[in-house]
């Protein structure tokens, strides 16, 4: 089948996320062109991952660059509608919450190309973090949301995505983690050249959002920690971004004297996975990082006030801690001395999925007719449809959710078990008469369901 699929890719981390789901449709011989935003321009940020995961040349390079949110989101919604023009895709990917995903979102949506979201979802409910507003406006108009976790899903559901628009998939990290893991280990020699071995604690540390930036007195307090911290070899990859403001704040020449912390450039993926793969803990404010710290078993001081990964918490695998040196020294600690930190992440199941995502995703774009998925106008003879719960009863005890979608012209938005619990609308599953049903439809077929169901 012909398809014609753009994957746009902005930042370091979207390149890492997209390349399991490029390969997977590739696989599958649907091609699938890359575009690149250029969020992220430096090589250490962006050329490196294009080569190490093999990704094909972009057909494109949109050049945005820094700037001010306001800035790289319009300037990647203006630039992106030139591109969309001339490559008229199908569909169009891309993964995470960036201001390169806003904009990316925007344009297709606004020229009636159906936006396909993968990592959707997560939410820290905090609306001072700008990925936060991305992640929020990017779900609400992609076409199809690949969420990675129950947790992802149970957000969208609750904010009214219809299910059929949602996909459970797991996260594309962990595909990444497992592809690459043996040609790290087999080729990367970062752990000779810091003479890192089991013996020695190690901290791997990664910083570079704007609250912890922005903000003097938490990078401050993140940089005490570290000084503080010198039973173990600290190892910094910076990103650009922290390497500036360190140098601004002339904390960077305390860390540089420190000889327990080594501070370096940013690293490609083989040599990060092996070092990570090889800490004894890790302190970071990154979303990809805390995911690969769970899969790799290795316990996570969160240097942020919430999480949209909140399982890593749940599972016992980290802690938040913010930007505070004493909460940050003794979360570590705790992690270097306690050895039930690893034990508990190596007997949780891993939440953000088996290395299968972008196979999950593949196969779903495959069995998807594209075209269907553009925007298009509904007709509501009242005007616009109205939500209902409703008891399950009468002949409608039994049916299953399709059924009921199709009989009585309505979407079912949620299912909820006799306890109030709330599961996702599968298709195929039955309802019962312990059960309650949501559903959003005209009101004229949601009285003709509440008969149905003999109330
Ligand atoms: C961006 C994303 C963040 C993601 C991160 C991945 C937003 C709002 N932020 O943050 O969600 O976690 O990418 O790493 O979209 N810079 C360079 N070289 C580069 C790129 C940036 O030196 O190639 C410097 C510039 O000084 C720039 C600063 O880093 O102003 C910040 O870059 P930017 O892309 O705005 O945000 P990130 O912090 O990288
Ligand atoms: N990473 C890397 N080299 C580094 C630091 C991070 O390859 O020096 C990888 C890391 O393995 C993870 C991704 O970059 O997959 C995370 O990117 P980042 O922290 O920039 O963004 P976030 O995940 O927070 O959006």
Redesign the pocket.
Known sequence: MGRSLLFFV????EIIKAAPVIHSLERRGIPVDLVHVG????RE??RVFLDEFRLPEPVAELGV???S?AY?TAETVMRAEEVLGEFLPEAVLAV?????VLGTALACTKLGIPFLHVEAGLRSFDLTM??EI?RRVSDHLAALNFAPTARAVENLLNEGIPPSKVRLTGNTVVDAVHTMLPAARERSKILRKLRIDSSKLTLLVTV???EN?DRPERLTGIVEALLELDEALVVWPL???AA?VLRERRLLDDLVRAPHIKVMKPLGYLDFLSLLSASTAVATD??GVQEEAFTLGVPCAILRDNTERPEIIELGGGLIVGAHPGRIVKAVRDFFYKSSWRRRIRKARNPFGDGRAGERIAEIIAATDLESLQPSSPHFEEGAPVYAALRVGGRVNGMTVSQVQEEFNLTVVAVYDRRGRASYPEPGMTLTAEGVIKVLGERGFVERLRAACGR
């Open positions: 902005g930042t370091r981390p969020q992220h321009y430096d940020l962006s660059g820094s700037g949110h790289q995470g919450d960036t201001n390169a700008p990925e991305n570079h959002r704007r930036l990103h650009p971004h500036r990154s979303g």
